[in-house]
């Protein structure tokens, strides 16, 4: 199927197929995921923008509709359904793309730097121009997976977003945040994402184990 056309998804089938990439990597002992595991994973807190609150009925109605589009899959043979993705046989892409695709999916619009900072957990990359390779593939696609926003006014580098949900409204792909601010140095980007690594873990062990999570100050 690759270089088919695919239909535009929405923002909680988007999520949806980000959150099984990220947690196949990250906690692979209880991937595929349950549809609790998957609902917590798309209403983290942390490592998520924009931050969701999408019921499981949501969730499973975005899951049935990607099992449509074959992007997610039904583990047959459990108790409790487990889903897991497709996008790597699906679109015919390489694994370091779909890591790539995942990260605009789950966090938005971001910087070749800041998406290497924040795959470093799913992969790692030699440098950025590593991962601008990658996204340059994506975009040059028939039709393009990710697209190169215009930079924005104040901002040094330009950002990147995926295509899967349709076309991007550039400015409004830009997280406040980022809008007019210089990018974080990388050890602070680093320990920022070491601890959105450690919460995300937390959450979704949390769900996994259907433990109540106790409320934080």
């Not at 349950?34 to 609902?39: F, I, Q, R, V």
């Not at 924040?118 to 990710?146: G, I, K, M, N, Q």
Request: proline content about 8%.
């Amino acid at each position: 199927m690759a270089g088919s056309p695919l239909r535009s998804l929405s923002v909680a089938e988007c999520r949806v197929l980000g959150v099984l990439v990220e947690k196949q990597l990250t906690v692979p002992d209880t991937y595929p995921l349950s549809l609790n595991a998957l609902t917590a994973g798309c209403n983290q807190k942390t490592a998520r923008a924009p931050v969701l609150e999408l019921s499981e009925a949501e969730v499973q109605e975005a899951v049935d509709a990607l099992r449509g589009l074959s992007l997610v899959l039904q583990s047959s043979g459990s108790r409790v359904s487990r889903y897991e993705h497709n996008v790597q046989r699906v679109l015919g892409i390489p694994s370091q793309s779909v890591v790539l695709l995942a990260l605009l999916m789950l966090r938005g619009s971001q910087t070749a730097a800041e998406l290497r900072i924040h795959a470093e957990r799913l992969h790692r990359f030699a440098d950025t121009s590593s991962v601008e390779a990658f996204l340059e593939e994506l975009a040059v696609r028939d039709p393009p997976l990710v697209t190169k926003l215009p930079r924005a006014p104040g901002t040094r580098e330009p950002r990147w977003a995926h295509l899967l949900g349709g076309p991007v409204d550039a400015a409004a792909a830009v997280p406040p945040a980022a809008a007019g601010a210089p990018a974080a140095p990388d050890e602070v980007a680093a320990l920022r994402a070491e601890v959105d690594r450690l919460r995300a873990l937390v959450e979704h062990l949390y769900a996994e184990l259907r433990i109540h999570k106790p409320d934080t100050p």
